[in-house]
């Protein structure tokens, strides 16, 4: 097992800029899904991609957007930052639907 | 609305005391539970899960959650910790059906074990 890897592990943007945050999921897994993890705070679901194509959403505005790819890797981009942005991202794949997900190290995205 | 509610928000032992986190949840449909562990500067691991059968799951390093349907309740437990055993952990239910669903967690619960 290859686990889950994201890139890059550390970043600092400006308020207003653009990001990517990107996701390499766990050989064999279909699903992936990215969470938001504000320090102190659990992970809240940002969205999820299966088969490459959106199929659900938590409470994100549609500056938070994302794409998965054929080999199931996958990015998130937010537009916009701000400096509430600031958090922990964490990607997580799965091969079946309530399956247990197996989590990335994540990357602390910081907006000053 | 589907929530998850952890009681304790930071826990205190010394090594060799027993364990039991509370976990709550909100939702209506069929779930599946998890606990997860973060240790410090790590990613979040699987401790254990229940989907179906024996309400008494046994998860790594002698940990183990009781699923009380009649309680909406996932109670983490462990006999006897170990310094080690410093750590966050998080209770997470799954909601949702076929291909969709999400992962809603807890807001965590910090342990932090005396040697």
């Known amino acids: 097992e290859t686990g889950v890897t994201q890139s890059p592990t550390h970043l600092i943007k400006t308020r207003g800029q653009q990001v990517t945050l990107r996701c390499s999921s766990q050989?064999?897994?279909?699903?992936v899904s990215w969470y938001q993890q504000a320090l102190g705070q659990g992970p809240q679901f940002i969205f999820q991609?299966?088969?490459?194509?959106?199929?659900g959403r938590g409470n994100f505005p549609p500056r938070f957007s994302g794409l998965q790819f054929p080999n199931y890797s996958s990015e998130l981009n937010v537009n916009a930052l701000e400096l509430d942005d600031s958090a922990l991202y964490l990607c997580?794949?799965?091969?079946?639907?309530?399956?247990?997900?197996?989590f990335g190290s994540g990357t602390r995205l910081t907006v000053v | 609305a589907q929530s998850v509610s952890q009681h304790n928000h930071h826990v205190i032992l010394s090594e060799a005391a027993s364990l039991e986190l509370g976990c709550n949840y909100s939702?209506?449909?069929?779930?599946?539970l998890f606990w997860y562990v973060q240790y410090p500067g790590q990613h979040l691991q699987l401790l254990l899960k229940?989907?179906?059968?024996?309400?008494l799951v046994k998860g790594i390093k002698g940990f183990e959650a009781e699923f009380i349907k009649s309680k909406f309740s996932f109670n983490l437990r462990k006999p006897s910790v170990q310094w080690s055993d410093t750590a966050e952990y998080f209770c997470?239910?799954?909601?949702?059906?076929?291909?969709?669903?999400?992962?809603?967690f807890g807001q965590g619960t910090t342990l932090q074990v005396k040697p």
């Open positions: 050989s064999g897994h279909n699903t």
């Open positions: 991609y299966y088969r490459e194509e959106e199929n």
């Open positions: 229940y989907f179906s059968g024996d309400p």
């Open positions: 939702y209506g449909g069929t779930v599946n």
């Open positions: 997580a794949s799965s091969f079946q639907q309530g399956g247990g997900y197996t």
């Open positions: 997470a239910v799954h909601a949702g059906s076929g291909n969709t669903g999400k992962l809603i």
